[in-house]
């Protein structure tokens, strides 16, 4: 799922949809309202949004309101907070060994 949770985040149009829905709920005209898109077009970002479980709809019905649905978001933060754990609990990486430079090898 997280797979489809970046693919979701990967466009803007898509984090600033969310980033509005971090407000409150709204419908997809509210939200074609903001944006230079279509409405198809915002009805199509908010799919993509809902099948990576970042949205949900409240209710049914063209004119139902969407809300963010962050679950999905915590996850994303807990995966790269394991990251960044993992990363600086690793050992320093080996020094790069020595290699004499072409001055030295005719020595």
């Given at each position: ?5 970046f ?25 074609a ?17 809902r ?57």
């Open positions: 799922m997280l797979d489809r949770t693919a979701a985040l990967a466009d803007p149009t898509r984090r600033a949809m969310l980033q509005r829905l971090a407000h409150g709920a709204a419908t997809t005209g509210q939200l309202d903001l944006f230079p898109i279509s409405r198809p077009a915002v009805s199509q970002h908010l799919r993509v949004l099948e990576a479980g970042l949205v949900e709809p409240l209710g049914t019905g063209r004119n139902a309101p969407n809300q963010l649905a962050p679950a999905q978001l915590f996850l994303v933060e807990s995966w790269a907070h394991d990251l960044a754990e993992r990363w600086t609990a690793a050992p320093p990486p080996r020094a790069a060994q020595h290699r004499p430079t072409s001055e030295q090898e005719h020595r």
